[in-house]
């Protein structure tokens, strides 16, 4: 099976999405590969009695553990923390919270203020007109004016409802003379673009059956596909194809019925997240380039970055009805998110406050901050817990490191035998220290808001959504992989769009970046296509 497009993009989550949207628009014939399928609404369990049940294997965010047949295995035991991924049309957007925090113009220059890392290629300035625009595309919800950031554009919508909980943490803060904002949210407030309000079902994280939540397959795709690309599900990708000229020609894949097949392209965009793309860079390897697809810098799945993890849970002695509204960060603080050398580390964290759990059973097994409550004291502990808990969930800067990696494992495959992903990673002393401090601050903030107690896990293991680094823009050849406009300095046709471009991390979530980077590198497909060199 053989077809052609000008573009062909695996992966059709958050940057594929984007991608495809863009390059549609502007008259490119495009074709996606996404190994999952289109999500289906009326299969989410949030409507369910028994949801977090479901949730826990069938919504799981650990490929591993759901088992699904678009899935492929991850080898983990090497990582400090465990890689977690959807795919599906939307990608791991149907899974995730709906924060939609900037980076701050800081995080682009870190090697210049703090002496390690590398700076970006690009500043912040450089991303901000396409912040701006995802932020219209997506229906953010917020208050503009947060004074960790540049002056900048309103936003759409107005902010969620924060809750009594919540107001009464900022109020606390304001007693500490600390930073707090509404937190910016991908999570609409009001209609928006024919999606319905926040219903307050609080299963963000087990997919949004009223569509409030911003993911592509509801954002991007439908005009997408109204626009003539065209979306090919089950399709399980297995190498970017080379040609003599040292160009891509297209990717061979397996359909659904186990079928080989290749698009053929005069571009190759790659938006398979921080691992699946340089699984796939690395399992393209021929013998023009034994190690692997541009992987002449030798960084292809090197600099792993992934956002050690912490949380700080406060038990309050009244009902804060958390079990209500969206699970993601209602109020956020940058209090100490710049970097102080008298606290013994680089860089910093946000903290993002959210209700500490869902429903009656993440109540009574609390799965952030403490053991699982069974016999005599359950329903003593669901009492005490349930509807009031607040956690402030922080994110901390994650240096990029080489020995932190994806690589191919020589013993697990995919259903269509493609080489699975073997994942090395370890927190460093610093990223230790960064959250050791935070936890204490975070706990001093809980405890000045009037909390009973509070409880804290330092590195959470199930917490790596957000997978950087793998594959990062660079002016230099040598040191990078791709060019600041995302394209492979060793393959000129050949495109990375996603987490894996990324130079540092940040403190904070990914997915606003990750978007607005792929709306910038899609512009620049755009301005430059009629010098984009191509196989004959």
Not at 122 to 140: F, K, M, S
Not at 170 to 182: K, M, T, V, Y
């Amino acid at each position: 099976m053989r077809e052609r497009a000008d573009v062909v993009i695996v992966g059709a989550g958050a940057a594929g999405g984007v991608v495809a949207h863009r390059l549609a628009t502007a008259g490119f014939r495009v074709t996606c590969l996404e190994q999952g399928r289109w999500p289906d609404r009326s299969a989410y369990p949030a409507p369910r009695d028994d949801w977090e049940i479901i949730a826990s294997k069938r919504w799981s965010p650990d490929p591993n553990v759901r088992g699904l047949p678009e899935d492929y295995p991850i080898e983990s035991d090497e990582s400090d923390i465990v890689p977690l991924m959807y795919n599906a049309v939307g990608g791991s957007m149907v899974l995730y919270a709906g924060d939609w925090p900037r980076m701050a113009p800081s995080d682009f220059r870190v090697r210049t203020l703090d002496g390690v890392a590398d700076d970006w290629p690009i500043t912040y300035a450089d991303l901000e007109p396409y912040y701006d625009q995802i932020a219209r595309e997506v229906g953010v919800a917020g208050l503009a004016g947060d004074p960790a950031y540049p002056e900048g554009a309103d936003l759409p919508l107005p902010p969620l409802p924060l809750g009594p909980g919540v107001l009464n943490v900022a109020r606390a803060h304001d007693r500490l003379g600390w930073h707090w904002w509404p937190a910016p949210s991908a999570i609409a407030s009001a209609p928006y673009r024919g999606r319905h309000p926040c219903a307050q079902w609080g299963t963000c994280m087990q997919g949004c059956p009223e569509g409030a939540k911003a993911s592509t397959d509801l954002t991007h795709w439908p005009e997408a596909v109204e626009r003539g690309a065209r979306l090919i599900t089950d399709a399980r990708v297995r190498r970017v194809v080379l040609g003599p000229r040292g160009l891509a020609t297209g990717v061979e894949y397996v359909d659904e019925d186990g079928r080989e097949a290749f698009v053929a392209a005069d571009v190759v965009v790659l938006a398979a997240n921080g691992i699946g793309t340089p699984r796939l860079l690395l399992a393209s390897a021929d013998s023009r380039c034994p190690d692997g697809l541009a992987n002449g810098s030798g960084l292809v799945g090197r600099r792993l970055m992934m956002h050690p993890f912490a949380v700080v849970t406060g038990v309050f002695d009244r009902p804060l009805q958390t079990w209500k509204g969206n699970v993601g960060s209602r109020i956020h603080c940058l209090e100490f998110y710049e970097s102080d050398p008298d606290r013994g580390f680089v860089r910093g964290a946000k903290w993002s406050l959210a209700p500490a759990s869902g429903g009656p059973m993440s109540a009574a097994l609390p799965p952030r901050a403490g053991a699982a409550v069974w016999g005599v004291e359950h329903h003593r502990a669901v009492r005490e817990r349930f509807g009031r808990c607040l956690t402030w969930g922080i994110f901390g800067e994650d240096l990029p490191d080489e020995a932190n990696r994806v690589e191919l494992s020589e013993t697990r495959t995919d259903t269509a035998g493609i080489p699975a992903p073997r994942v090395v990673y370890r927190v460093s002393e610093n990223s230790r220290r960064l959250l050791a401090f935070h936890v204490e601050r975070a706990t001093e903030s809980l405890l000045e808001a009037g909390a009973i107690r509070v409880e804290a896990r330092e590195r959470l293991r199930e917490a790596g959504w957000h997978l950087l680094g793998t594959a990062r823009m660079g002016t230099d050849p040598a040191t990078s992989v791709v060019d600041p406009w995302g394209r492979a300095h060793e393959v000129p046709n050949l495109y990375v769009a996603d987490g894996s471009v990324f130079v540092t991390s940040g403190g904070v979530n990914p997915t606003n970046t990750i978007v607005s980077l792929a709306l910038r590198i899609a512009d620049g497909m755009v301005a430059r296509r009629r010098e984009q060199r191509i196989p004959a």
